[in-house]
């Protein structure tokens, strides 16, 4: 997972390369919440958690405009918000990964 200048109070997010979902424990930040979808959320230990909803979240990005991340999980119990690469990789985003520096970029928009 890549961070930086991330603190206690949750409002970061962690980029990650494992994870297959983007999760939140935010639910202020989720914008239309679907809370019949309910899941469970596996960790590499087996361990799992509960996901009480999906939505999506608005963003502003490096550039100053507003993007939505889409199907974002809502997980109350997470300690930290997780960005999916996989899922961004999958809707046609790209990243670049060099030793202190990681960018991903959306040529839609």
Request: charged share 25%.
């Amino acid at each position: 997972m890549v961070t930086t200048n991330c603190n206690e109070d949750s409002s970061c997010w962690y980029l990650d390369t494992e994870c297959s979902n983007h999760i939140t424990k935010n639910r202020d930040w989720l914008i239309d919440l679907d809370s019949s979808v309910n899941s469970r959320v596996r960790f590499a230990d087996n361990s799992t958690i509960l996901a009480k909803g999906i939505g999506k979240v608005l963003i502003t990005r490096k550039d100053g405009k507003k993007a939505y991340m889409r199907d974002v999980s809502y997980v109350p119990s997470m300690k930290n918000n997780l960005l999916s690469l996989g899922q961004l990789l999958e809707k046609g985003y790209t990243m670049t990964m060099q030793q202190n520096h990681n960018a991903v970029y959306d040529f839609k928009q």
